[in-house]
């Protein structure tokens, strides 16, 4: 039983940057495995990128790699993604997701999911 809000979405010009946050709320469990995922209309789910909570490694998606980063606060059970020169094909809603185990990338290995926050990106 775990709770995850996210925040930080919101509407920017092609170049600019965002940060989304996602708290996690519940039993924290040393083996918890955190991930970024968006969905755009008409679209299927897609990784972005994931990141263990007992470690530092972390797996990117080829579309972001270079662009964004996702980084980890243990001591606040919160894991960020920051977005720099985003594109409108960044448009997306993004959701955070917690799993058990080794890092994913597939949405279905995640059990817990938050609500999303929606990005915007304007051209």
């Known amino acids: 039983q775990v709770q995850l809000v996210e925040s930080g979405g919101g509407l920017v010009q092609a170049g600019g940057s965002l940060r989304l946050s996602c708290a996690a709320s519940?039993?924290?469990?040393?083996?918890?495995?955190m991930g970024w995922f968006r969905q755009a209309p008409g679209n299927e789910r897609e990784f972005v990128a994931t990141i263990s909570w007992n470690n530092f490694m972390t797996t990117y998606a080829d579309s972001v790699k270079g662009r964004f980063t996702i980084s980890r606060d243990n001591a606040k059970n919160t894991v960020y993604l920051q977005m720099n020169n985003l594109k409108p094909e960044d448009t997306a809603s993004y959701s955070c997701?917690?799993?058990?185990?080794?890092?994913?990338?597939?949405?279905?290995?995640?059990?817990?999911w938050g609500q999303g926050t929606q990005v915007t990106v304007s051209s």
């Open positions: 997701a917690a799993k058990l185990g080794s890092l994913g990338t597939n949405y279905k290995e995640y059990n817990y």
């Open positions: 519940g039993r924290y469990f040393s083996n918890y495995v």
